[in-house]
């Protein structure tokens, strides 16, 4: 029963850090969610 729960968790994690963390991690990289989301669209 413990799978169910950490990908519960998980997914959380990955929204919420999305929203904060992600946006840091990609600004720290370089990439921009400008710089992203262009060429999701444009792909």
Known sequence: MALPD???VG??????GAS???RRAA???GQDDKEAIPDREGT
């Open 6 to 8: 950490i990908a519960d």
């Open 11 to 16: 997914l959380r994690l990955r929204s919420y």
């Open 20 to 22: 904060r963390t992600g």
């Open 27 to 29: 600004a720290a990289a």
